[in-house]
Every structure is written in C-alpha cells, then in structure tokens.
C-alpha cells in the first residue's frame, strides 16, 4: 500500500517537477547555467527506461513520472536551443526525435537490455556537464533549487517502490546512481546559493 502511494505521489511530483525550471526559463528569457548536452543525455536515458519498463510488463505507477519529465525535457531542450539562437539544430530536431522514436520502437527485448545497463553509465555523464558548468561559472545559473532538491528525494522513494513493484537489479542501480549525482548538484545549490549570473549581479 505504502509503494502503490509513493509510486502515485511520484507520478504527481513527475507531472510538474521541471515546470519551475521552465517558468523560470520563460521569465528570464535565458537559459543561463543550464548544459544543453546534459539534457539531452537525459532524455536518451529515460527513453530508454521507459520503453525497457514498458516492454518488461512493469505497472506505469513504477516508472510513469519518467515519461512526464521526459516530455519536460524535451521542452527545456527547444527552449535551450531557440533562447542560444541555434535555429538549425532546433528545426532539425523534431526529425531526430522521430528517428530516436522509431529507433526505441523497434529496439528488440536483448537490445533494450544492453541499453538499459548502458544507461547507468550515462546518466552519470549525463550531470557531468552541468556539475562541471557550475563548477566552471561559479554559480548555478537559472537553475531550479526546487528541482535540484526534488530530484534528490525521487530516487529515495524511487528505490522503495522498485524493490517492492519490479525488483529490477539494472533500475535499482540507476536509481542509486541518479540519488549520488543529483545528491552533487543539490550540493553546489547550497554551495553557491548567494552566488549569481553577472548579468543579474548588474541588474
């Protein structure tokens, strides 16, 4: 009962987590501090997982929030791109997204397997960017604090449900990796918490 609730409340959080990150993005009109390769990086993993997920008969509660922040990610990334002037790579994305999309689709069980333990490695990398970013400026850019700090309590609750719902070795090793790397950017939140853009410094 307990992992049915968390797996719902998870859903709920999924369905919103980024949105501060977007709104923020909006206001501003800049997407500074924000890595456009660690996005990307994030949405090949959980494309990936939600599809193993799928594929592997596991109950929506247990990975649905994944595919409601990948949506978001996907938001984040043509706002990255249109916000830095890169309009080619951006029209040209739709046709990448579709051919990922095919791409998953049609991505055999043993395929998907292999990607699915590859994604670990990844997803690391995946915040390597964006850790090294901040590191680099000094500061957390237009970051999102709530979905830094967010991002950390999921994989907590996240490794609860999986161990009650799917008991998947490969998602549960994920879930830990994504709990050490966002518990790294939550860290330089902190740390760099009265630290700010220079551009906002002059304003």
Not at 5 to 10: D, G
Not at 15 to 24: D, F, N
Not at 60 to 79: K, M, N, P
Not at 117 to 142: E, W
Request: proline share 3%.
């Amino acid at each position: 009962m307990l992992s049915k609730c968390l797996s719902y409340a998870m859903l709920l959080s999924g369905a919103i987590i980024k949105v501060p990150q977007i709104l923020i993005i909006l206001k501003n009109r800049r997407a500074a501090g924000l890595s456009l390769m660690s996005l990307v990086m994030e949405l090949v993993c959980y494309s990936i997982s939600i599809t193993y997920s799928y594929r592997r008969g596991f109950a929506f509660s247990s990975y649905g929030e994944t595919a409601l922040i990948a949506v978001q990610d996907i938001s984040l990334i043509f706002l990255v791109l249109a916000l830095s002037n890169r309009l080619g790579l951006l029209a040209l994305s739709p046709v990448l997204l579709g051919l990922w999309g095919a791409f998953m689709f049609f991505a055999t069980g043993d395929m998907l397997k292999l990607m699915q333990s590859a994604t670990i490695p990844v997803l690391l990398l995946s915040r390597l960017p964006q850790i090294i970013s901040n590191f680099r400026n000094g500061h957390t850019g237009d970051l999102s604090a709530i979905g830094v700090f967010a991002f950390c309590i999921g994989p907590l609750a996240r490794i609860f449900t999986t161990l009650k719902e799917a008991n998947d070795p490969i998602i549960l090793l994920g879930f830990a990796l994504s709990l050490l790397v966002n518990g790294t950017l939550a860290a330089q939140m902190i740390y760099y918490w009265n630290s700010r853009p220079a551009a906002q410094k002059e304003d």
